[in-house]
């Protein structure tokens, strides 16, 4: 019997029996789509990949991580996609791969041969790809630190080959770095810092390097002595428990703290003169260093003279020296001073006349005394001046046992004089070879020796001289160290 099937009946039929050749063909292009993964799936799911094992890991720097990282690749209905290629490939880091391509099993899951990362600590990072002719590539990244290995070596950074003053903290500080055997900084290794020689201290002295393997000492103060310091880092416990490192320092003088008068000070010439001796000044610090290529600055205070070379460097003794002091023009007192640093001493000097011979001609007579042995005798002294020549003459004549002999009959001294005064030598019996000098004030001062009385070694004498009088007192001294004194004194009318 023929039965008959409505037109809206059949159209039903129909989409049924596509729908069911659609799901059981879904590889089929009679679908009106391609399949969007390697193991089929709807048209609208895509391919992921995610690590799946081996992430955030940390291992020693060129040591391979412990766990091989692994990656799993889905739909995103979330199942498992197998026999998928995935590149894994270093990103960062420097290290190296083995077994770089790998397929995922039945899981899903691709696991890369290993990693060992790169030789600078730090991070590192790995990249797994995921690629097939029926989808688009797909990655993931997989991040590691790398470690610093154990501690290889110990060297100095800073702090070393420095000069700094005496006595005071260096303003670089010692500071020491151990790394690895790639050159990474180690961290928590513990350092002991010492003065070695210098006199010098420290605070600070235990340290324990840092992040990046360094280690600073709290403070080094050098020895009060100028010269060598030196500084030891060692490091105490592990692998290098011992190792040391020097550190050198020289201790130079410091800012001046003293000025002492070595030379030039309490001088007396003529006025409007040259003084003979030229001022000097040694610096020092507060410890007693000398202090070198420091400028000393010397000026008049008083009395209206003036300098030359004003401004002088002191040498590798301290010592600083004016170029010359000429005092001023009047009688009487000047002054000059000498500063460095803030610090300042001052030095004397005294104006005299000049030296006028001619108010010296004419004799003297007296007496002399011996007053240890109660002797006595009289005496007398012509003076004569050559005023052309600027020389003067003296001629002496005294009575009495003079030195245990006879007197001294017509003794004739000549010697020249200037603007300083006039000086004398000869030989004279029984008075021996004598000297005497006279300044522009009048001060005498003589001596002899090798008399004829060979139970006298020598005497000395000093006085002073006017144009009225002349008196000086005497010491004579014998053979067996005992010593006799006495005096003179003449008059000019």
Known sequence: MLRLIAPNRVSQIARSKKIVACVALAAVAACGKKDSGPTGGNQNLTINIAAAAGAAQSAGVGHAVP??????????????????????????????????????????????GSWTLGTVAGANSLTATASGAAFASVSTTITATATAGAAATLSKIAGDA?????????????????????????????????????????TGATQ??????????????????????????????????????????????????????????????????????????????????????????????????????????????????????????????????????????????????????????????????????????????????NSGANTATVTVNVTGQVLGTGGVSNAVNTGAYTNNGTSFTGNVAPMGNITATMNAAGAITASGVNPTNTNISGWTATGTVTATALNMTYVVTFTNGSTATGTISLTKP
């Not at 810092?193 to 010098?200: D, N, Q, R, V």
């Not at 004003?310 to 000429?326: E, H, I, K, L, Y």
């Open 162 to 202: 420095i000069t700094s003053a005496a006595g005071i903290a260096v303003s670089t500080k010692a500071s020491v770095k151990v790394v690895d055997s790639f050159g990474n900084g180690v961290s928590g290794v513990a350092i002991t810092f010492a003065a070695a020689s210098g006199g010098g201290s420290v």
């Open 208 to 385: 324990t390097t840092a992040s990046d393997g360094t280690a600073t000492v709290g403070g080094w103060t050098l020895g009060t002595i100028a010269g060598a310091n030196t500084l030891t880092a060692t490091i105490t416990g592990g692998a290098l428990n011992g190792t040391v490192v020097t550190f050198t320092a020289t201790g130079a003088a410091g800012p001046v703290a003293t000025l002492t008068k070595t030379a030039g000070d309490a001088q007396s010439a003529v006025a409007g003169a040259l003084l003979a001796i030229s001022p000097a000044v040694q610096l020092k610090d507060q410890f007693g260093n000398v202090v070198s290529s420091q400028v000393v600055n010397f000026a008049v205070v008083s009395g209206g003279g003036s300098v030359t070379g004003a401004a002088p460097t002191s040498n590798t003794t301290g010592v600083a020296t004016v170029g010359g002091w000429t005092l001023g023009s009047a009688l009487g007192a000047n002054s000059m001073s000498a500063t460095a640093n803030g610090v300042s001493v001052t030095f004397t000097a005294t104006a005299v006349a000049a030296f006028n011979a001619s108010q010296y001609a004419g004799t003297y007579s007296g007496s002399w005394t011996n007053t240890t042995f109660g002797s006595t005798g009289t005496g007398s002294a012509v003076v004569s001046v």
């Open 67 to 112: 766990i091989a990282p692994a990656v799993k690749v889905t739909n995103s209905a979330g199942v498992a996609q197998s026999g998928v290629s995935v590149t894994f490939a270093v990103a960062s880091g420097g290290g190296s791969v083995t077994g770089a391509t790998q397929t995922t099993g039945a899981d899903g899951i691709a696991t890369v």
